[in-house]
């Protein structure tokens, strides 16, 4: 039998999380069965999200039972399947979680191309992060040059993409940090997210052939 190590919630956590609020185990996993294949997680993702996830509280995120596998966005390669839509050696992303391996149905799951980017970021820039950041700036916020946008957590996943997908419109923003905000000018914003945005225009252009900026 495929042994899959994962991680378990095995307390809410009180303020920071502690190694006491999670159980590592090792099962072992049943055969694949008709319309099922075995999964080995190569990338998960560890977003801010899911602290909150780890209270008892109600959220946008459906909280994690004491006992479940912490949930999370992976990419991962098939190992063996008996399901049509899926064959042995393709790249995969799902929300399989903090485990090693899975038996999935291929609900939620599909596939990667490795050839058009690098598989990681399926769960970065061209996964969560990315289409949040995409969708909710471009789509919904529709900025304007001109137009001063706001980003909150700007240093963080989402943050960062949506700032650096901004051209002739000026960025301001803030982040938060155990319980305490600190607000950042335009210019403290532009310092703080250089390094960042720099990095994340690279993917961008590295995946992509539209010009997103002119200048």
């Avoid at 055969?31 to 977003?47: F, H, K, N, T, W």
């Avoid at 700036?137 to 957590?153: M, Q, R």
Wanted: charged fraction near 20%.
């Amino acid at each position: 039998a495929i042994k899959c190590t994962q991680i378990e919630l095995a307390a809410r956590p009180i303020g920071d999380p502690k190694h006491s609020d999670f159980r590592v185990v090792t099962v072992d996993l049943p055969p694949v069965g008709d319309g099922e294949m075995l999964c080995r997680i190569i990338y998960q993702s560890l977003d801010p999200y899911m602290r909150g996830r780890m209270d008892d509280a109600k959220s946008y995120a459906v909280p994690v039972a004491i006992g479940d596998v912490m949930g999370a966005g992976t990419v991962a390669e098939v190992m063996e399947s008996k399901n049509a839509r899926f064959k042995e050696g393709d790249i995969v992303t799902g929300m399989f979680g903090w485990r090693t391996h899975i038996i999935s149905d291929g609900a939620g799951v599909r596939k990667i191309d490795p050839t058009i980017a690098p598989i990681s970021t399926a769960i970065g820039i061209l996964g969560m992060p990315g289409m949040t950041a995409y969708v909710g700036l471009l789509d919904i916020g529709e900025p304007k040059a001109g137009d001063t946008l706001v980003v909150s957590a700007a240093s963080g996943a989402v943050g960062a993409v949506g700032s650096a997908l901004i051209g002739g419109v000026l960025v301001t923003g803030y982040d938060v940090y155990k319980g305490g905000v600190f607000e950042l000018s335009p210019n403290e914003v532009s310092v703080k997210l250089q390094s960042t945005t720099a990095m994340v225009l690279e993917e961008i252009r590295t995946i992509s052939n539209m010009e997103l900026f002119k200048n």
